[in-house]
Structure formats: structure tokens, C-alpha cells
């Protein structure tokens, strides 16, 4: 007989990033497209200094934090909120 393996689900999240040292339109360019490399990252908006992420709840601020360095810059807070459905 098999061994039981538990389902492992996934619940949708989105994570609030303020980001140091971006100063114009290439800066959020080079973040948008560096965050678009993460594995379980659907979508991000990305402004000056901040960034916001959906994911599938698989993606850690340590994973973030190291896309955003690799272009230069840096992750100086993050907040993480659950998405919720609206209400009908």
C-alpha cells in the first residue's frame, strides 16, 4: 500500500517591499523585471521605493530581498497581508 502524501496547497499572498536607493524609471524597470524571475511571483507593482508583490504564498522575503540586490538595491521593510476575496 502507498503512503499517504499531504496535499501541500498554496494560499495567495501579497508582500509590501520598501526599497532603498531607486531613484528613477530604470530603477523600477530593473526591480520589476528582477522580481519577475522568482519562482511563485504572479505579478508586481512597482513604484519608487516600493513594490508590491503577489505570490502564492511560496515565496520568502529572503528570496526577494536577494532579486532586488541583485540589481542594486535594497529591501529596507517588508509586510506580508493574505489576499482576500471580495465580499458580495
Known sequence: MGKLI???YTCPMVTTAKIT???SAHCVRAVFTALGGVPGISAADVSLGTAVIDHDGTVTRAAIAEAVAIVGYNVASTSDSRRSLPVV
Open 6 to 8: 499531504t496535499p501541500y
Open 21 to 23: 536607493g531607486m531613484a
